[in-house]
């Protein structure tokens, strides 16, 4: 059975901090692919990244770096000079080959940045 | 930019009335999605299409059923609304299996 464990409901920094956001996943399968959401308080989730299960490089875009680790079956997510417009919930997500149509979202961390 | 819309925002409806929640997907996207979501229970899957005409139960398909006769349309349909079915619903649509899904803005149903 596939996972996905964001273990952090709630998150508060200061503008201009740096954050990581934890996302753990469970699969046995070899081939996954795994995602990142941002919804807003608007309400419409926002696509951030994917990655396949054969690419570990990090990813950097602009303010935003994800760190993927199959050693510890992680796919981080970092804020580096957190804006208040970063605030929303984040979703983490994984789907795997073998059934590839559907998406296992993680249950959100929410990210709350004050002025 | 892909782009996904559903027919409403928020919507008011009654117990025992037949409901319709429509979506569309100007991308030529394979396969869409039915989500609820709700606080504290996250994303759940009602219901996915990998083609026209196709479908398949998700995770939570009691009390609704869907259709897609038209690649870039898909619809919920719920066919005697309840309290319990008060809910965000989400429409999502993707390239093909394993890529990114994107969503509508969701429709806010309030059934009284």
């Known amino acids: 059975a596939q996972k996905v464990t964001q273990a952090q409901t709630e998150i508060s920094v200061v503008e201009k901090e740096d954050v990581t956001l934890d996302c753990v996943y469970e699969?046995?399968?070899?081939?996954?692919?795994l995602f990142w959401y941002k919804q807003p308080p608007s309400g419409e989730l926002v696509f951030l990244i994917r990655r396949n299960s054969f690419d570990e490089q990090n990813e950097i875009s602009g303010r935003y770096s994800w760190n993927f680790q199959k050693s510890t079956s992680s796919f981080n997510f970092t804020i580096t000079a957190s804006q208040v417009v970063d605030s929303a919930v984040y979703f983490c997500?994984?789907?795997?080959?073998?059934?590839?149509?559907?998406?296992?979202f993680g249950s959100g961390t929410r990210l709350s940045i004050r002025p | 930019d892909v782009k996904v819309t559903q027919s409403s925002r928020y919507l008011v409806k009654r117990t025992g009335e037949k409901v319709f929640l429509e979506c569309v997907q100007d991308m030529d996207h394979e396969n869409m999605f039915w989500y609820r979501q709700d606080p504290g229970l996250g994303l759940r899957l009602i219901y996915f299409?990998?083609?026209?005409?196709?479908?398949e139960k998700g995770d939570i398909p009691e009390g609704y059923s869907v259709s897609r006769e038209k690649k870039e349309r898909f619809s919920l349909i719920l066919e005697s609304a309840s309290t319990n079915q008060t809910s965000m619903y989400l429409c999502?649509?993707?390239?093909?299996?394993?890529?990114?899904?994107?969503f509508g803005p969701g429709t806010r149903l309030t059934v009284t």
């Open positions: 299409s990998y083609d026209v005409k196709m479908k």
């Open positions: 999502a649509s993707s390239l093909l299996s394993g890529y990114e899904q994107y």
């Open positions: 699969t046995r399968d070899t081939t996954y692919y």
């Open positions: 997500a994984l789907s795997v080959y073998s059934s590839a149509s559907k998406i296992i």
